[in-house]
C-alpha cells in the first residue's frame, strides 16, 4: 500500500521565518511529488518534482526531491500571512491501471503577524 | 473508523457508457469535492457541494454529473458525453461548508476502453 507521511502536523511562525515541511513516502512505482497550497477550495498546485537533487523553485516557496531517501521539503522563507494555508503532498505512483495520488495528511501553517 | 471511501478502486468500462464513482463519508462534513486527476497535471474541480441537495459546477463539469441526497453521500457520474473519461478521480470533503481543510479519498482509477 503506498503511504505519503508530512511533518509536522502544524506550525505556527511569525512573518519573515523560514520555515521547511517534510513530506516522506512510500510508493511502488514513483512517477512524480507534487506540493499543494489549500486555502478555501481546490488545491493550488505549487511543485512537480520527478528527479532528485533539483531544486525547484518559485518566490519565497522551493522545493526539492530526494528519491533514494525517500522525502521531499517544501521550504518558505521571509513568511508572510498570505502563506497561512495546509499543505498538501502527494505522490503520483504508476501501477497496472494508470496513475493513482497518494495524499499525506497534510501541514497546517499559520503565519502570525 | 471515520473517514472518506470512495469505491471501486480500479474501474474499467467500454466507451459509450455511463459509470457511477461512489463517495461516501462518516465524518458528518458538510461540504463534498470532485476532482480529477492526470498525469503531471493538478488537481482539477469537476464539482462541488456545501449542503445536501445543492451542488455547484467546478472547472471542468463538462460530462459529469452528481447528486447530493444525503449528507454521507456525493457520487459522481461520468456520462458518455465526457470525451476524455480516463483518468484517476479524487473525492474530497470538508466541515464548515468548505471553510476548512479538505480531506481526501483514496481515489478511483477509471479506465475507458
Known amino acids: 500500500e503506498d503511504k505519503v507521511v508530512q511533518s509536522p502536523l502544524s506550525l505556527v511562525v511569525h512573518e519573515g521565518d523560514t520555515v521547511t515541511l517534510n513530506c516522506s513516502y512510500e510508493v511502488t512505482n514513483f512517477r512524480s511529488l507534487l506540493w499543494y497550497k489549500q486555502e478555501k477550495k481546490a488545491p493550488t498546485f505549487l511543485f512537480m518534482l520527478t528527479s532528485s537533487g533539483i531544486e525547484k523553485k518559485s518566490g519565497r516557496l522551493s522545493s526539492i526531491l530526494d528519491k533514494k531517501e525517500l522525502f521531499s521539503i517544501l521550504n518558505i522563507t521571509a513568511t508572510q500571512t498570505g502563506d497561512s494555508a495546509v499543505y498538501l503532498c502527494a505522490v503520483d505512483g504508476l501501477n497496472n491501471a494508470g496513475n493513482m495520488l497518494t495524499f499525506g495528511g497534510g501541514t497546517r501553517l499559520m503565519v502570525k503577524p | 473508523d471515520g473517514g472518506i471511501t470512495q469505491s471501486p478502486k480500479y474501474l474499467f468500462r467500454k466507451e459509450g457508457q455511463n459509470v457511477t464513482l461512489s463517495c461516501e463519508q462518516n465524518l458528518n462534513h458538510d461540504a463534498m469535492y470532485w476532482y480529477r486527476q492526470d498525469p503531471g497535471q493538478g488537481l482539477r474541480l469537476i464539482y462541488y457541494?456545501?449542503?445536501?441537495?445543492?451542488?455547484q459546477k467546478g472547472d471542468i463539469a463538462e460530462g459529469y454529473s452528481v447528486s447530493r441526497e444525503k449528507k454521507e453521500s456525493f457520487p459522481l457520474t461520468v456520462t458518455s458525453a465526457q470525451k476524455n473519461p480516463t483518468a484517476f478521480y479524487l473525492c474530497?470533503?470538508?466541515?464548515?461548508?468548505?471553510?476548512?481543510?479538505?480531506?481526501f479519498g483514496p481515489g478511483t482509477r477509471l479506465t475507458v476502453l
Open positions: 457541494s456545501q449542503i445536501v441537495n445543492d451542488f
Open positions: 474530497a470533503s470538508s466541515p464548515n461548508r468548505g471553510r476548512d481543510t479538505q480531506y
